[in-house]
Protein backbone atom coordinates (compact mmCIF):
# COMPACT_ATOMS: atom_id res chain seq x y z
CA UNK A 1 0.00 0.00 0.00
CA UNK A 2 1.78 3.55 -1.22
CA UNK A 3 -1.10 5.77 -2.09
CA UNK A 4 -4.55 6.44 -0.36
CA UNK A 5 -7.11 8.21 -1.41
CA UNK A 6 -10.16 10.24 0.52
CA UNK A 7 -13.15 11.83 -0.12
CA UNK A 8 -16.36 13.44 1.98
CA UNK A 9 -19.18 12.82 0.26
CA UNK A 10 -23.42 13.97 0.95
CA UNK A 11 -23.98 16.56 3.69
CA UNK A 12 -21.55 18.06 5.78
CA UNK A 13 -20.86 16.98 9.16
CA UNK A 14 -19.25 18.66 12.54
CA UNK A 15 -15.92 16.29 12.27
CA UNK A 16 -15.32 15.11 8.93
CA UNK A 17 -11.79 17.72 9.19
CA UNK A 18 -10.94 15.35 11.99
CA UNK A 19 -11.43 12.73 10.27
CA UNK A 20 -9.41 13.81 7.58
CA UNK A 21 -6.58 15.01 10.04
CA UNK A 22 -6.43 11.55 11.86
CA UNK A 23 -6.10 9.51 8.58
CA UNK A 24 -3.48 12.17 7.24
CA UNK A 25 -1.75 11.45 10.76
CA UNK A 26 -1.63 7.80 10.89
CA UNK A 27 -1.06 7.74 7.23
CA UNK A 28 2.15 9.67 6.64
CA UNK A 29 2.94 9.40 9.96
CA UNK A 30 3.14 5.43 10.74
CA UNK A 31 2.77 4.12 7.53
CA UNK A 32 4.27 6.40 4.83
CA UNK A 33 1.35 6.61 2.75
CA UNK A 34 0.78 9.07 0.58
CA UNK A 35 -2.71 10.77 0.65
CA UNK A 36 -5.00 12.48 -2.21
CA UNK A 37 -7.83 14.32 -1.16
CA UNK A 38 -10.45 14.32 -4.00
CA UNK A 39 -12.54 17.53 -3.96
CA UNK A 40 -16.58 17.77 -3.73
CA UNK A 41 -17.41 14.15 -2.99
CA UNK A 42 -17.61 11.51 -5.97
CA UNK A 43 -17.37 15.08 -8.46
CA UNK A 44 -13.99 14.68 -7.72
CA UNK A 45 -13.41 11.72 -8.51
CA UNK A 46 -15.04 12.14 -11.59
CA UNK A 47 -13.69 14.92 -13.00
CA UNK A 48 -9.83 14.33 -11.10
CA UNK A 49 -9.98 17.35 -9.29
CA UNK A 50 -7.61 16.05 -6.40
CA UNK A 51 -5.00 18.04 -3.80
CA UNK A 52 -2.10 16.04 -1.91
CA UNK A 53 -2.79 15.92 1.70
CA UNK A 54 0.09 15.94 4.25
CA UNK A 55 0.64 17.00 7.98
CA UNK A 56 1.04 20.65 6.76
CA UNK A 57 -1.90 21.59 5.02
CA UNK A 58 -4.30 19.34 7.61
CA UNK A 59 -3.08 21.11 10.88
CA UNK A 60 -5.14 22.75 12.64
CA UNK A 61 -8.59 22.02 11.73
CA UNK A 62 -9.38 19.29 13.86
CA UNK A 63 -11.99 21.54 15.67
CA UNK A 64 -13.30 23.48 12.36
CA UNK A 65 -16.45 22.71 10.44
CA UNK A 66 -17.75 21.62 7.33
CA UNK A 67 -14.53 19.68 4.77
CA UNK A 68 -11.68 20.75 4.04
CA UNK A 69 -12.25 18.45 0.49
CA UNK A 70 -15.77 20.04 -0.23
CA UNK A 71 -18.59 17.94 -0.72
CA UNK A 72 -21.61 17.12 -2.98
CA UNK A 73 -24.20 14.46 -3.58
CA UNK A 74 -23.19 13.40 -7.19
CA UNK A 75 -23.62 9.73 -7.72
CA UNK A 76 -21.58 8.51 -10.13
CA UNK A 77 -23.90 5.75 -11.24
CA UNK A 78 -26.75 8.59 -11.73
CA UNK A 79 -24.45 9.23 -14.64
CA UNK A 80 -24.02 7.66 -18.06
CA UNK A 81 -20.16 5.62 -17.69
CA UNK A 82 -19.89 7.30 -14.43
CA UNK A 83 -18.42 4.79 -12.82
CA UNK A 84 -16.48 3.64 -15.49
CA UNK A 85 -14.95 6.89 -15.60
CA UNK A 86 -14.62 6.75 -11.64
CA UNK A 87 -12.36 3.36 -11.87
CA UNK A 88 -10.56 5.34 -14.42
CA UNK A 89 -9.25 8.34 -11.95
CA UNK A 90 -8.44 6.09 -9.11
CA UNK A 91 -6.39 3.78 -11.40
CA UNK A 92 -4.89 6.69 -13.29
CA UNK A 93 -3.94 8.22 -9.65
CA UNK A 94 -2.72 4.91 -8.73
CA UNK A 95 -4.78 4.96 -5.51
CA UNK A 96 -4.06 1.59 -3.29
CA UNK A 97 -7.13 2.28 -1.57
CA UNK A 98 -10.15 4.79 -1.30
CA UNK A 99 -11.72 6.44 2.23
CA UNK A 100 -14.76 7.46 1.10
CA UNK A 101 -16.34 9.30 4.32
CA UNK A 102 -19.76 9.34 3.47
CA UNK A 103 -23.24 8.70 4.79
CA UNK A 104 -25.30 5.96 3.19
CA UNK A 105 -25.57 7.60 -1.14
CA UNK A 106 -21.46 7.91 -0.62
CA UNK A 107 -20.97 4.76 0.74
CA UNK A 108 -23.49 2.84 -1.12
CA UNK A 109 -21.15 4.03 -4.18
CA UNK A 110 -18.14 3.11 -2.48
CA UNK A 111 -19.87 -0.65 -2.24
CA UNK A 112 -20.31 -0.79 -6.11
CA UNK A 113 -17.11 0.27 -6.83
CA UNK A 114 -16.14 -2.31 -4.21
CA UNK A 115 -18.04 -4.97 -6.42
CA UNK A 116 -15.73 -3.66 -9.36
CA UNK A 117 -13.01 -4.20 -7.73
CA UNK A 118 -11.96 -1.19 -6.09
CA UNK A 119 -9.78 -1.65 -2.59
CA UNK A 120 -12.62 1.14 -0.39
CA UNK A 121 -12.64 1.57 3.10
CA UNK A 122 -15.35 3.08 4.31
CA UNK A 123 -16.39 5.77 7.44
CA UNK A 124 -19.78 6.34 8.69
CA UNK A 125 -20.62 10.42 8.85
CA UNK A 126 -24.14 11.41 9.05
CA UNK A 127 -26.06 13.98 11.42
CA UNK A 128 -28.77 12.00 11.12
CA UNK A 129 -27.03 8.78 13.26
CA UNK A 130 -29.33 6.65 10.28
CA UNK A 131 -26.61 4.18 9.22
CA UNK A 132 -26.74 0.54 10.23
CA UNK A 133 -23.38 -1.06 11.45
CA UNK A 134 -22.40 1.45 14.03
CA UNK A 135 -24.17 2.36 17.50
CA UNK A 136 -23.09 6.58 16.67
CA UNK A 137 -22.11 8.41 13.63
CA UNK A 138 -19.63 11.43 14.90
CA UNK A 139 -21.66 14.86 13.97
CA UNK A 140 -25.09 13.36 15.02
CA UNK A 141 -24.02 14.38 19.34
CA UNK A 142 -23.15 17.76 17.85
CA UNK A 143 -26.02 18.22 15.73
CA UNK A 144 -28.00 17.36 19.05
CA UNK A 145 -26.28 19.57 21.04
CA UNK A 146 -26.98 22.81 18.73
CA UNK A 147 -30.48 21.60 18.59
CA UNK A 148 -30.79 21.39 22.83
CA UNK A 149 -29.24 24.86 22.86
CA UNK A 150 -31.63 25.92 20.35
CA UNK A 151 -34.89 24.48 22.51
CA UNK A 152 -33.28 25.78 25.65
CA UNK A 153 -33.42 29.49 24.11
CA UNK A 154 -37.09 29.03 22.48
CA UNK A 155 -38.60 27.20 26.40
CA UNK A 156 -37.36 31.03 28.20
CA UNK A 157 -39.71 32.81 25.14
CA UNK A 158 -42.24 30.61 25.28
CA UNK A 159 -42.48 30.98 28.90
CA UNK A 160 -42.59 34.47 28.63
CA UNK A 161 -45.28 34.89 25.56
CA UNK A 162 -47.08 31.72 26.95
CA UNK A 163 -46.58 30.34 23.64
CA UNK A 164 -46.71 27.13 21.93
CA UNK A 165 -43.19 27.05 20.11
CA UNK A 166 -42.60 23.94 17.54
CA UNK A 167 -39.48 23.57 16.77
CA UNK A 168 -38.41 21.23 13.56
CA UNK A 169 -35.13 19.25 13.61
CA UNK A 170 -33.03 17.53 10.70
CA UNK A 171 -32.86 13.73 10.38
CA UNK A 172 -34.42 12.84 7.00
CA UNK A 173 -36.57 9.78 7.36
CA UNK A 174 -34.97 8.91 11.23
CA UNK A 175 -36.04 10.30 14.55
CA UNK A 176 -32.75 10.36 16.50
CA UNK A 177 -31.81 14.14 16.05
CA UNK A 178 -35.38 14.79 17.45
CA UNK A 179 -35.71 12.45 20.08
CA UNK A 180 -32.39 13.20 22.04
CA UNK A 181 -32.79 16.98 21.16
CA UNK A 182 -36.41 16.67 22.48
CA UNK A 183 -35.28 14.76 25.58
CA UNK A 184 -32.32 16.90 26.48
CA UNK A 185 -34.63 19.72 26.05
CA UNK A 186 -37.57 18.70 28.11
CA UNK A 187 -40.16 18.99 24.67
CA UNK A 188 -43.86 18.18 25.52
CA UNK A 189 -43.84 16.41 22.44
CA UNK A 190 -41.90 14.58 20.04
CA UNK A 191 -42.74 14.29 16.45
CA UNK A 192 -40.98 11.47 14.76
CA UNK A 193 -40.84 9.83 11.42
CA UNK A 194 -41.46 6.53 12.60
CA UNK A 195 -44.90 7.72 14.71
CA UNK A 196 -47.11 8.82 11.93
CA UNK A 197 -48.81 11.64 14.68
CA UNK A 198 -52.40 12.76 14.78
CA UNK A 199 -52.44 16.50 15.20
CA UNK A 200 -55.63 16.28 17.09
CA UNK A 201 -53.86 14.18 20.09
CA UNK A 202 -50.66 16.42 20.02
CA UNK A 203 -53.42 19.31 20.34
CA UNK A 204 -54.95 17.49 23.21
CA UNK A 205 -52.05 16.49 24.92
CA UNK A 206 -51.15 20.74 24.80
CA UNK A 207 -54.76 21.13 26.05
CA UNK A 208 -54.25 19.38 29.38
CA UNK A 209 -50.59 20.33 29.75
CA UNK A 210 -52.69 23.89 29.72
CA UNK A 211 -55.00 23.12 31.97
CA UNK A 212 -52.67 21.92 34.84
CA UNK A 213 -51.47 25.62 34.91
CA UNK A 214 -48.66 25.35 32.32
CA UNK A 215 -49.38 28.83 29.84
CA UNK A 216 -46.52 27.21 27.35
CA UNK A 217 -45.19 23.87 25.51
CA UNK A 218 -42.57 22.76 23.59
CA UNK A 219 -43.09 20.56 20.13
CA UNK A 220 -40.14 19.07 18.70
CA UNK A 221 -40.48 18.14 15.38
CA UNK A 222 -38.34 15.68 13.19
CA UNK A 223 -38.62 17.08 9.55
CA UNK A 224 -39.77 13.29 8.10
CA UNK A 225 -42.50 13.27 10.53
CA UNK A 226 -45.53 12.54 9.34
CA UNK A 227 -49.31 12.69 9.98
CA UNK A 228 -51.19 9.19 10.20
CA UNK A 229 -52.26 8.39 6.76
CA UNK A 230 -50.91 11.37 5.23
CA UNK A 231 -47.62 13.36 3.85
CA UNK A 232 -45.72 15.28 5.45
CA UNK A 233 -44.71 18.52 3.05
CA UNK A 234 -41.84 18.59 0.90
CA UNK A 235 -39.34 21.98 0.43
CA UNK A 236 -39.00 21.52 -3.09
CA UNK A 237 -40.49 19.03 -5.40
CA UNK A 238 -36.98 18.06 -6.95
CA UNK A 239 -34.90 14.70 -5.63
CA UNK A 240 -30.90 14.74 -5.75
CA UNK A 241 -28.95 12.52 -7.37
CA UNK A 242 -29.67 9.33 -5.23
CA UNK A 243 -33.53 9.93 -5.24
CA UNK A 244 -33.72 11.72 -1.78
CA UNK A 245 -36.77 14.68 -1.49
CA UNK A 246 -35.88 17.91 -0.11
CA UNK A 247 -37.58 17.63 3.98
CA UNK A 248 -39.01 20.24 5.53
CA UNK A 249 -41.67 22.66 6.22
CA UNK A 250 -43.83 20.49 8.99
CA UNK A 251 -43.33 23.09 11.15
CA UNK A 252 -45.26 25.32 9.11
CA UNK A 253 -48.51 23.28 9.56
CA UNK A 254 -48.12 22.60 12.90
CA UNK A 255 -47.83 26.06 13.63
CA UNK A 256 -51.00 26.95 11.73
CA UNK A 257 -52.88 23.64 13.07
CA UNK A 258 -51.81 23.87 16.58
CA UNK A 259 -52.75 28.00 16.89
CA UNK A 260 -56.30 26.88 15.15
CA UNK A 261 -57.38 23.74 16.89
CA UNK A 262 -56.19 24.98 20.64
CA UNK A 263 -56.40 28.79 20.51
CA UNK A 264 -53.11 29.19 22.24
CA UNK A 265 -50.71 31.51 20.37
CA UNK A 266 -48.08 29.04 18.24
CA UNK A 267 -44.91 30.24 16.66
CA UNK A 268 -42.60 27.91 14.67
CA UNK A 269 -38.57 27.83 14.26
CA UNK A 270 -36.66 25.46 11.52
CA UNK A 271 -33.55 24.99 12.59
CA UNK A 272 -32.22 23.67 9.23
CA UNK A 273 -28.31 23.81 8.18
CA UNK A 274 -27.39 25.51 11.69
CA UNK A 275 -27.30 21.77 12.21
CA UNK A 276 -24.60 21.02 10.71
CA UNK A 277 -22.17 24.03 10.72
CA UNK A 278 -19.55 24.90 13.18
CA UNK A 279 -17.25 23.37 15.69
CA UNK A 280 -17.79 19.49 16.22
CA UNK A 281 -18.47 18.51 20.10
CA UNK A 282 -15.29 17.08 22.24
CA UNK A 283 -17.26 13.83 22.06
CA UNK A 284 -17.48 13.94 18.29
CA UNK A 285 -14.20 15.19 17.26
CA UNK A 286 -13.02 11.73 19.51
CA UNK A 287 -14.80 9.79 17.45
CA UNK A 288 -14.24 10.71 14.13
CA UNK A 289 -10.56 10.68 15.33
CA UNK A 290 -10.68 7.10 16.29
CA UNK A 291 -12.74 6.27 12.72
CA UNK A 292 -9.92 7.89 11.13
CA UNK A 293 -7.05 6.07 12.64
CA UNK A 294 -9.08 2.96 12.52
CA UNK A 295 -9.66 3.58 8.82
CA UNK A 296 -5.90 3.93 7.65
CA UNK A 297 -5.31 0.31 10.12
CA UNK A 298 -8.35 -1.25 7.87
CA UNK A 299 -6.28 -0.19 4.71
CA UNK A 300 -2.69 -1.66 6.52
CA UNK A 301 -4.42 -4.82 7.60
CA UNK A 302 -6.49 -4.58 3.33
CA UNK A 303 -9.72 -5.28 5.07
CA UNK A 304 -11.49 -3.80 1.98
CA UNK A 305 -14.72 -3.47 1.45
CA UNK A 306 -15.58 -3.17 4.90
CA UNK A 307 -16.51 0.05 7.02
CA UNK A 308 -15.42 1.52 10.38
CA UNK A 309 -17.83 1.38 13.38
CA UNK A 310 -18.64 2.02 16.98
CA UNK A 311 -19.76 -0.58 18.80
CA UNK A 312 -20.62 0.08 22.41
CA UNK A 313 -17.16 1.67 23.13
CA UNK A 314 -14.51 -0.16 20.43
CA UNK A 315 -14.30 0.67 16.88
CA UNK A 316 -14.57 -2.04 14.99
CA UNK A 317 -15.76 -3.33 11.25
CA UNK A 318 -18.40 -4.16 9.35
CA UNK A 319 -19.14 -4.91 5.89
CA UNK A 320 -20.04 -2.49 3.55
CA UNK A 321 -22.83 -4.30 2.59
CA UNK A 322 -24.20 -5.04 5.88
CA UNK A 323 -23.76 -1.24 7.14
CA UNK A 324 -26.31 -0.31 4.08
CA UNK A 325 -28.67 -3.16 4.33
CA UNK A 326 -31.42 -0.80 5.53
CA UNK A 327 -31.33 2.28 7.38
CA UNK A 328 -31.35 2.30 11.32
CA UNK A 329 -34.44 3.88 12.59
CA UNK A 330 -35.15 5.03 15.79
CA UNK A 331 -34.96 2.81 18.96
CA UNK A 332 -38.98 2.43 19.84
CA UNK A 333 -37.70 2.43 23.74
CA UNK A 334 -36.14 5.64 23.22
CA UNK A 335 -38.98 7.34 22.17
CA UNK A 336 -41.24 5.35 24.89
CA UNK A 337 -38.68 6.83 27.63
CA UNK A 338 -39.19 10.20 25.62
CA UNK A 339 -42.80 9.90 25.85
CA UNK A 340 -42.82 9.42 29.71
CA UNK A 341 -42.06 13.55 29.60
CA UNK A 342 -44.97 14.10 27.18
CA UNK A 343 -47.31 16.67 28.32
O1 LIG B 1 -28.43 13.92 5.85
C1 LIG B 1 -28.12 15.10 6.49
C2 LIG B 1 -29.16 16.15 6.21
O2 LIG B 1 -28.81 17.32 6.92
C3 LIG B 1 -30.59 15.75 6.52
O3 LIG B 1 -30.88 15.80 7.89
C4 LIG B 1 -31.35 16.72 5.68
O4 LIG B 1 -32.63 16.22 5.32
C5 LIG B 1 -30.50 16.85 4.46
O5 LIG B 1 -29.19 16.47 4.84
C6 LIG B 1 -30.47 18.23 3.88
O6 LIG B 1 -29.72 18.20 2.72
P1 LIG B 1 -29.24 19.49 1.92
O7 LIG B 1 -28.11 20.09 2.71
O8 LIG B 1 -28.79 18.95 0.62
O9 LIG B 1 -30.40 20.41 1.85
Request: proline residues 3%; negative net charge.
Amino acid sequence: MARVGVLTGGGDCPGLNAVIRAIVRKAVGAHGYDVLGFRNGWAGVLEDDAVELDLDNTRGILPRGGTILGTSRTNPYALDGGGERARETLARREIDCLIPIGGEDTLGVARRLAEEGVAVVGVPKTIDNDLSGTDFTFGFQTAVQIATDAIDRLHTTAESHNRVIVVEVMGREAGWIATYSGMAGGADAILVPERPFDVDEVCERIRRRHLTGRTFSIVVAAEGAVPRGGDGPRASEQVDAFGHARLGGVAVELEHQIEERTGYETRMTILGHVQRGGTPTAYDRVLATRFGVAAVDAVAEEAFGEMVALHATEIERVPLADALAQSKLLDPRLYETAEVFFG
